[in-house]
């Protein structure tokens, strides 16, 4: 198993400019989530799915949207970026309701210029 | 919503000795607390998790405490290796909640000088 795949590993975007973050998971787990990580404050949730078809908000939902069309990938796309938006993004699986434990993708260094 | 603070922000340790790092949190209906190790690089990985209904779990080096009444875990590192030099994360999932949506403290630098 590969695991929890990120891409790209880097990413420079200009302020306006549309991307989307890329992760997929082969362990054919039921919970995905994205967590956007900054200096001193930890993780915080951006987004989350329980299943193909199903998204919902975390902590900091703003000026990104997801979609989970497929068990395997859940891809986090940034509309129009903000500076504020610059960070390192993990994706992050879990297996089932009652399976908490959560297994994260190696990120993505993501700098809005 | 859920908040976790956590202490210290920062720890120096000498090789061997132990580690301690504390965490507490707001909402009383959590009952799952994993920890998880960050190198530098690298995506979180979860070392040791407890949930509410135990009050310690071990493995070999690493042993997790939890006190409902007071809402505060702990994270115990012993014989400290300088390959434990990591940031270090607690979390809480969101109470009431399925599929652990976790909320995170803000990480502990912890560095093992040999």
């Known amino acids: 198993n590969a695991g929890v795949t990120q891409t790209p590993k880097f990413q420079v975007l200009k302020t306006g400019q549309s991307m989307t973050l890329q992760c997929a998971q082969d362990?054919?787990?039921?919970?995905m989530s994205w967590y956007r990580q900054d200096p001193g404050m930890g993780l915080r949730l951006i987004h989350y799915?329980?299943?193909?078809?199903?998204?919902d908000q975390g902590e900091v939902p703003n000026g990104y949207n997801v979609s989970r069309s497929t068990t395997e990938d859940f891809p986090l796309r940034l509309l129009s970026a903000a500076p504020s938006q610059t960070s390192v993004y993990f994706c992050?699986?879990?297996?089932?309701?009652?399976?908490?434990?959560?297994?994260f993708g190696p990120g993505t260094r993501l700098t809005v210029l | 919503g859920e908040n976790v603070e956590q202490h210290p922000s920062t720890l120096s340790v000498q090789e061997g000795d132990s580690a301690v790092i504390k965490c507490t949190y707001s909402?009383?209906?959590?009952?799952?607390f994993p920890w998880y190790k960050q190198e530098l690089g690298k995506g979180p990985q979860l070392i040791i998790d407890?949930?509410?209904?135990?009050g310690e779990k071990k493995d070999q080096r690493i042993a997790v405490t939890l006190n409902k009444t007071a809402k505060h875990f702990s994270l115990h590192i012993t014989e400290t290796q300088p390959e434990d030099s990591a940031v270090y994360f607690c979390?809480?999932?969101?109470?009431?909640?399925?599929?652990?949506?976790?909320?995170f403290g803000q990480g502990t630098i912890l560095t093992v000088h040999p």
């Open positions: 992050a699986s879990s297996y089932s309701r009652s399976r908490y434990e959560q297994f």
């Open positions: 909402d009383s209906a959590s009952n799952y």
């Open positions: 799915s329980v299943g193909a078809g199903i998204t």
């Open positions: 979390a809480a999932n969101r109470g009431g909640t399925s599929y652990g949506k976790l909320t």
């Open positions: 362990m054919n787990h039921e919970y």
């Open positions: 407890i949930r509410s209904n135990v």
